[in-house]
């Protein structure tokens, strides 16, 4: 009972959060900057993903699980979906293009945050490291192209903008790497809980 | 089992997403929508809509109807202090570059405001005179209501947003239109512009 009740709330948060960002005040706030639509938006949308992963009856977790050893399957479409929103016309696309914008509001969260959240927990030791890793350096990567660029990447945003979100990124690259060394060095690796016992399997 | 699934289904999206990523991106030249519309218009010559214009002296014209010359077109307003200036100066320089054209009519530089409330046509003279306009061949013009600014936007592929420093900032480039009035190609310096004129003028 309890559970199921959980489940109605997680509808909720979802559907709620979706409305939210869906509502046009919200939507022409947040992608009036270009940190906000990366570092709000775009986020705030694959959790909305992240919700409707429990949502999922078990039979459907289970097929799915068969086609994701290890979460490498989820991994790889969350990892190309992403770069896709990482493309400076796609960002300016989702402003100026209503078919774009639906792709973006559909794609975030079916297509990044739904397999990354049916993934994470099958992942191993080294698919986590290896996708954390790659995570640290494309913080780094698009962070530092933005923090040099002297021109601007997106028709629709500032150079300031631009600039104040490279800052950002170098942030969070540079916290999720001291978090990872922290884990690295003081941690408990209870990662393989959730992955497939048999190791060899 | 699983193991071959997981693998024929990530070999699969790994390639479907990639396909996309290549069409996305002209065929990963185009990362950005402003290189992305130097192409399109390099493949795809777009026609120059029929909007009138007032120009600095306070005269009407179409700009369609400047036909049967090249056209070197930017986009300005102008209290501009940072990139308008740079191309001001760049299109003073291009009065040197092709003065023989620019005497004979065979090239005509248009300079387009896109900040119609504020630039009349004194304001248009006095961006000319402090751009140090050489006088010949350089109109500077305002769109003549808010559907022809629009319609010129559209299809130059301008964006003009505000800097919240009481201006604009936009995606500052010199338009190249053929005699046929076809918007065949976006530069970013006059020299180019210069070298692609020439070259058609004479081959």
Known sequence: ?201 | MRLLRTLFVSVALFLAGGFVVYAATDRLQAFTTEAARRIAVRQHPVGVPSVTLETQSGAHIDVAGLRGKWLLIDFIYTRCPTYCVALGSEFAQLQDRLAAPLANGAVELVSISFDPAHDVPPELASYLQRARSRGVGWLAARPVGRDGLDQLERTFGITVIPDGLGGYTHNAAIHVVDPRGRLIEIVDSGQSAARLVLEHLDP
């Open chain 1, 1 to 201: 009972m309890t559970a199921r009740l959980r489940s109605v709330d997680v509808a909720c948060s979802a559907a709620l959060l979706f409305l939210v960002l869906l509502a046009p005040p919200v939507k022409r706030a947040l992608e009036a900057s270009m940190t906000a639509q990366m570092l709000l938006q775009i986020p705030l949308l694959v959790a909305v993903g992240v919700f409707i992963a429990r949502l999922l009856p078990i039979r459907a977790t289970r097929v799915i699980a068969d086609w994701n050893y290890r979460g490498i399957g989820g991994l790889v479409l969350a990892t190309m979906t992403s770069m896709f929103w990482m493309l400076p016309r796609t960002l300016d696309a989702a402003v100026t293009d209503p078919l774009v914008a639906v792709a973006k509001y559909a794609s975030a969260p079916l297509l990044i945050g739904l397999p990354l959240a049916l993934s994470w927990p099958r992942m191993g030791f080294i698919v986590r490291g290896v996708f954390l890793v790659e995570c640290i350096a494309t913080f780094f990567r698009l962070g530092w192209l933005y923090l040099i660029s002297p021109d601007r990447l997106c028709n629709l945003y500032l150079l300031d903008d631009q600039q104040r979100l490279g800052q950002l990124l170098l942030l969070i690259g540079a916290a999720l790497f001291v978090a990872i060394a922290w884990k690295l060095v003081w941690g408990r690796f209870d990662s393989l809980s959730g992955a497939p016992r048999k190791l060899t399997g």
